[in-house]
């Protein structure tokens, strides 16, 4: 019997050091990232993927990031604000403006010539986010990150080198400021989701698109269409397109704090330098590609002709101030405050 006893008081203790020696691994969390953009598009491979990789090493594998791609986890590129907000996915990388009037807030800076370059409208969407969008247009969600590209320029089958050749086309815009732009110019905008982009050049539904360089490679534009032309000056750009990188409030709130804070140090002030330059950066290789075909041209418009284009593009400021003073917000002033912003960053 005392044998017996002795034996057990040995596998206690046996399995009490064994659990010494190897604790409990602690729960590891898999979150969804959805977003409409293929895994070949310079924004995954450039951005969401090293950004998913920062989360991983940084909570020691404990949190890892799942990237469904092409809207693999189905909807279309619109949906993707209301499945984040709704939990059907943790996180999500859109464009606010596939939805017009979802986010309008955020439009100043989409407006024309109000944005200078990727780092500094990045940096200034910091400051205007708390400023003004924690409790109004982002209040469904828990915020990674709003961003920009470059800006866009024409891409078109053919040339652009004054406002008067925009008259009659059909050209693609990724928001209602883009629209509004094109049909001031005497085009016909169309707001239409990036993968429709291809078929709809193809088939000569639309003969242009307002685009950055470095999404060209993921829908074919150095192949559809031949003319790419920018604006002299200081701002080459007519505008840029705001992107909402965005959690579910749920899905954050239910991380432990360890986890919170490696999300927090991966989220807003802490990436929007590395982001802002990464757009900037990745224009250099979609241009490559666009230029490694021998029909393609690149041109300068004018700059007589780009004061003309600032002149005609007055009425989409008048039209986004009575499209806010609908919902009571005083339009002006939130352009005023992005300009500002933005110059601050520019210095």
């Given at each position: 019997m005392v044998s017996r006893i002795r034996m057990s008081t040995v596998a206690v203790a046996v399995v009490a050091a064994t659990a010494v020696?190897?604790?409990?691994?602690?729960?590891?969390?898999?979150?969804?990232?959805?977003?409409?953009?293929?895994?070949?598009?310079?924004?995954?491979?450039?951005?969401?993927i090293p950004w998913s990789e920062r989360v991983a090493k940084a909570s020691n594998g404990r949190l890892k990031v799942q990237g469904y791609w092409s809207m693999q986890l189905g909807g279309k590129a619109p949906q993707v604000l209301d499945q984040v907000r709704d939990g059907v996915v943790d996180i999500g990388w859109t464009l606010p403006g596939f939805t017009p009037g979802r986010m309008p807030r955020v439009e100043p800076f989409e407006l024309p010539f109000v944005h200078k370059d990727a780092?500094?409208?990045?940096?200034?969407?910091?400051?205007?986010?708390?400023k003004y969008l924690l409790t109004?247009?982002?209040?469904?969600?828990?915020?990674?990150?709003?961003?920009?590209?470059?800006?866009?320029?024409?891409?078109?089958?053919?040339?652009?080198?004054k406002m008067e050749d925009l008259k009659g086309m059909k050209i693609r815009a990724a928001s209602r400021a883009g629209v509004w732009?094109?049909?001031?110019?005497?085009?016909?905008?169309?707001?239409?989701?990036?993968?429709?982009?291809p078929p709809a050049l193809s088939k000569g539904v639309i003969d242009g698109v307002l685009l950055p360089y470095e999404i060209a490679p993921a829908v074919k534009t150095?192949?559809?269409?031949?003319?790419f032309s920018?604006?002299?000056?200081p701002q080459p750009r007519l505008g840029t397109s705001v992107f909402s990188f965005l959690m579910n409030k749920d899905s954050y709130a239910?991380?432990?704090?360890?986890?919170?804070?490696?999300?927090?140090?991966?989220?807003?002030?802490?990436?929007?330098?590395?982001?802002?330059?990464?757009?900037?950066?990745?224009?250099?290789?979609?241009?490559?590609?666009?230029?490694s075909k021998p029909k393609n041209k690149f041109h300068t418009i004018p700059i007589g002709e780009v004061e003309k284009i600032r002149k005609a593009a007055q009425p989409?400021?008048?039209?986004?101030?009575?499209e806010m003073k609908k919902i009571n917000v005083d339009g002006e002033a939130l352009v005023t405050d992005a300009r500002a912003m933005i110059d601050k960053y520019s210095q």
């Open positions: 020696a190897s604790p409990v691994k602690a729960q590891e969390i898999t979150l969804k990232l959805h977003t409409f953009l293929p895994p070949v598009s310079n924004p995954v491979k450039t951005f969401l780092l500094s409208s990045t940096l200034a969407l910091q400051d205007f986010q708390e109004t247009d982002l209040k469904d969600f828990h915020p990674l990150l709003l961003h920009v590209q470059q800006g866009f320029l024409f891409q078109t089958k053919e040339p652009v080198l732009l094109l049909e001031a110019l005497g085009a016909t905008g169309f707001g239409l989701p990036l993968n429709e982009i150095q192949d559809l269409v031949s003319n920018e604006l002299a000056g239910k991380l432990p704090p360890d986890l919170k804070k490696v999300i927090d140090d991966n989220s807003g002030r802490n990436i929007a330098k590395w982001a802002g330059q990464n757009w900037i950066d990745i224009e250099v290789p979609g241009k490559k590609v666009i230029a989409v400021f008048d039209r986004y101030y009575a």
